[in-house]
């Protein structure tokens, strides 16, 4: 019987070790496969300040600044994104959404190659009165938003 009683014991570490294995084992698959899944955001100010790493993706938002706007072949289009401290250019090959304009708030997902964001998508606000959360808050440490009074 006493080794009855010492041979489940044994069992019982070998099964909490290989649990324990399998469970760090799947982690760190999850944290390998996601690594690329998350996009940062920053404005065109943390950018300038803080160069991202050749390659990194991220997301950068901002209004496109006036008279910026340059089609080029085909679908590309160059502007540049401004938070009104810094300024970046942008280069984009796709079609822009419908509401994309000078002066209006975007988001745009890509890269920087050689000084300007290569964005692989552009978000335009979807209403008068929406602008993205990280382009507000931007937007908001430069200190040039303001927000509309409430209608009465």
């Keep these: 019987m006493a080794g009855m009683k010492g041979l489940k014991k044994k069992r019982r570490g070998q099964i909490v070790l290989l649990t324990f294995f399998a469970l760090f084992g799947s982690v760190a698959l999850v944290g390998y496969a996601m690594k690329d899944g998350i996009n940062f955001f920053r404005s065109p100010t943390q950018v300038v300040e803080d160069p991202p790493r050749a390659g990194e993706v991220f997301r950068i938002g901002g209004l496109v600044e006036d008279d910026s706007i340059v089609r ?9 994104v401004t938070d009104t401290n810094q300024t970046i250019p942008v280069s984009f090959t796709g079609i822009l959404p419908d509401l994309f304009a000078e002066g209006q708030g975007m988001v745009g997902t890509g890269s920087m190659v050689d000084g300007t964001f290569v964005a692989t998508e552009i978000l335009a606000k979807h209403d008068e009165t929406y602008m993205p959360k990280e382009v507000i808050d931007a937007l908001k440490e430069q200190g040039v938003y303001k927000e509309d009074a409430p209608e009465s």
């Excluded at 080029?72 to 540049?80: A, K, L, P, S």
Aim: proline letters at 0%.
């Design 72 to 80: 080029g072949q085909g679908e590309t289009v160059m502007f540049r």
